[in-house]
Structure formats: C-alpha cells, structure tokens
C-alpha cells in the first residue's frame, strides 16, 4: 500500500512538474488576448491572465523591443511570447530554449493568425528576439500554419 501510494504521489508531483504555466499580460479591454489565451487552454497551457492598464511595462521588463510588440505578452519559462504565436511555435522553443533568445514573438496583430481568425489569412513572420535586441526569423506563418521556415 505504501508502495503505490509512493507512486501515485511521485506520479501527481511529475505532472505538476510539467504543466505549462502561460503567464499573459494584456489590457483590460482587449478581446482578441482572451481569445489567443483560449487557443493556448485548448493547446494544453495552464493560462494565468492578468489584466491590468500597466500591462506594457512587462514588455519594458522583458526587455521586449517596440518592433517586435503585440498587443499582449505572455511569459513562460522565462521567455516572453508577444502577440498571436502559434502553438507550434511556442512547442520549439521551450523544446529547445536557446539561450541567446529572450522570447519569440508575431509582431503587430497579424489577421488569421491564433486569436485574430476574421477570414482573412495573410502571411506574417514569427521572429525569435535576441538578448541583444536584433532577431532571427523562426517562420512565415499564413494563419496557424507554417509555410516556411529559415
């Protein structure tokens, strides 16, 4: 009995381990954040929304450069997630964690993309942000899919 209550407990604390908690600082006001945090839920993310007026000062602090903002930011693993990235794209770089990279980011609000579905797919770079405030650009995305990667 013992033995399977270590198990059952061993097991219970490994899921805990590694539950993906999402972070997402967004304005009060904005819809298509709730919608982009819904889509995460759905993809398996634990999603943790604070909503506040000051939500730009995470970009400040995250030292997200205004090139590369959206209208919300999520942080995960310490890594910060600007804008309507897809899943997929989040998958890759907590996989991997470069560690030259302080988050990954589909600057603006591209139309189709996670959270911005309104028809209309155009195509819209996902870029990986350096520490050093240049990127690299991890895909071209046209919706939630990826069509070409660098």
Same mark, same amino acid.
């Given at each position: 009995?013992?033995?399977? $209550?270590?198990?059952?407990?061993?097991? $219970?604390? +490994?899921?805990?381990?590694?539950?993906?908690?999402?972070?997402?600082?967004? +304005?009060?006001?904005?819809?298509?954040?709730?919608?982009?945090?819904?889509? !995460?839920?759905?993809?398996?993310?634990?999603?943790?929304?604070? %909503?506040?007026?000051? $939500?730009?000062?995470?970009?400040? %602090?995250?030292?997200?450069?205004?090139?590369?903002? +959206?209208?919300?930011?999520?942080?995960?693993?310490?890594?910060?997630?600007?804008?309507?990235?897809?899943?997929?794209?989040?998958?890759?770089?907590?996989?991997? %964690?470069?560690?030259?990279?302080?988050?990954?980011?589909?600057?603006?609000?591209?139309?189709? +993309?996670?959270? !911005?579905?309104?028809?209309?797919?155009?195509?819209?770079?996902?870029?990986?942000?350096? %520490?050093?405030?240049?990127?690299?650009?991890?895909?071209?995305?046209?919706?939630?899919?990826?069509?070409?990667?660098?």
């Amino acid at each position: 009995m013992k033995k399977l $209550f270590l198990t059952l407990t061993l097991g $219970f604390t +490994s899921l805990l381990a590694n539950e993906k908690i999402l972070n997402i600082y967004e +304005s009060p006001t904005c819809g298509c954040c709730d919608l982009w945090a819904n889509y !995460m839920k759905d993809k398996g993310y634990k999603v943790q929304i604070h %909503k506040s007026e000051d $939500f730009l000062k995470i970009k400040e %602090k995250m030292n997200i450069q205004p090139m590369y903002q +959206s209208c919300h930011t999520g942080v995960i693993d310490d890594y910060a997630i600007e804008g309507h990235v897809p899943e997929d794209a989040v998958a890759w770089l907590l996989e991997n %964690k470069p560690e030259d990279v302080i988050g990954i980011s589909a600057p603006g609000m591209p139309q189709g +993309s996670p959270g !911005m579905e309104q028809g209309y797919e155009e195509e819209y770079p996902v870029v990986l942000m350096l %520490k050093n405030g240049d990127y690299k650009i991890y895909g071209i995305y046209k919706g939630h899919n990826l069509i070409k990667t660098n």
